[in-house]
């Protein structure tokens, strides 16, 4: 069917115009004088009416906190009542209750209060929490207790956020910018929205072992480094991030379209070694003699591993210098240098000899040797 016009339908739905025919670029968009990040402090002048209904928020605090409370509450209320938010202490229930008044005109300052007792029950101090007030700063509270289920697991990991002598903890916070409390199952972080984005994923990444502490350090001081430097604005950083080294994981075996064996059950094994069919008395008996089997295999240990340092240690045996074979070789090797010492003694002899003094000598007749007569 066609209108007057002589134009279909299906024609009108092809001419209709986009979506998005306003999304122009606005002047402001780029203007590089307007800081969109920027958080104007509030004038009491915007809203002069005040606020219609009356908001409050209430938290409980521990018990242990509750002489610290008492002393700090004049500091608290008096700085609540300059931004027109009143504040209750009630030490009966063991809750502290902030809400708005007809004072009130910053609609948001009754949230900042709320955060404000948030952080006070968490034992952050109160010259810290009275910070959140303030318009650039905000808070964040982490639960990290149901994220391990291993009590044990889990005060390791949150040692590891803390560090030795709370080294890492102060790293963090000079990195981030950001206040760290940890307390019993929640970390309280205080500072910039990017700061805290920060703190929460270093945090979750340390207490599900994703990451630690440390190599998130590492990446923070590299990106600080990096943002010194201009030329690297627009480049990719993910290349220059340091990553945790992953230990190696066992070989998967091949997919296998059959099960496993069955492993034999108790009985299985009990029908087999015919144990199955023993009596009660039997079983029992028999236990009790293995039982007392093991125990004299470990007195008997025990008792020669005490017996050993009374043991005294082999003397190391010396070799006898007058053996029959030492003799032997002693005798030998004299007679021959004997024989040595007369052939030599012969060859110097027929060399050496001097024929006029031969001759001399042999005119004249030898001395007679002195006899020796015993006296009687």
Not at 275 to 291: C, G, N, P, R, V
Request: charged share 35%.
């Amino acid at each position: 069917m066609e209108h007057d016009s002589g134009v279909s339908e299906e024609d009108e739905m092809k001419v209709k115009k986009p979506k998005g025919k306003h999304d122009k670029p606005k002047p402001w968009d780029e203007d590089p004088n307007i800081d969109r990040w920027k958080i104007e402090k509030f004038d009491p002048s915007w809203n002069e009416g005040g606020m219609l209904e009356v908001s409050s928020f209430s938290t409980l605090f521990p018990q242990y906190l509750e002489k610290y409370l008492q002393e700090i509450w004049p500091k608290v209320k008096s700085d609540l009542k300059g931004h027109g938010v009143s504040c209750e202490l009630n030490l009966v229930e063991g809750s502290i209750t902030v809400s708005t008044t007809r004072k009130t005109r910053d609609p948001y300052i009754i949230v900042k209060a709320r955060d404000l007792i948030k952080l006070l029950s968490r034992s952050v101090p109160v010259a810290q929490a009275l910070k959140i007030l303030n318009d650039e700063m905000q808070c964040d509270i982490i639960k990290i207790g149901n994220l391990v289920r291993n009590k044990e697991r889990f005060v390791k990991r949150r040692q590891h956020l803390i560090g030795p002598n709370a080294s890492t903890l102060k790293a963090l916070e000079i990195l981030t910018g950001c206040y760290i409390l940890v307390q019993g199952n929640t970390v309280a972080a205080m500072g910039s929205f990017k700061g805290l984005k920060q703190v929460r994923r270093i945090v979750e990444d340390c207490i599900q072992n994703k990451m630690h502490p440390v190599y998130h350090i590492k990446i923070l001081m590299m990106k600080k480094e990096l943002e010194k430097d201009p030329a690297l604005a627009d480049e990719n950083w993910d290349r220059k991030n340091v990553k945790q080294k992953k230990t190696k994981s066992k070989e998967k075996k091949p997919y296998t379209p059959f099960p496993p064996p069955q492993q034999p059950s108790k009985v299985d094994i009990q029908l087999e070694t015919g144990e199955y069919f023993l009596s009660d008395k039997t079983k029992s008996a028999k236990k009790w003699q293995e039982k007392q089997e093991k125990q004299s295999e470990k007195t008997a240990e025990n008792k020669r591993k005490r017996e050993a340092a009374f043991i005294v240690p082999e003397e190391p045996i010396k070799k006898d210098s007058n053996s029959k074979d030492d003799r032997e070789d002693v005798a030998a090797m004299a007679t021959s240098l004997k024989e040595k010492a007369k052939a030599f003694g012969k060859q110097n002899l027929v060399e050496n000899v001097n024929v006029e003094a031969y001759i001399a000598e042999s005119g004249e007749k030898p001395p007679k040797k002195k006899s020796k007569h015993r006296k009687t």
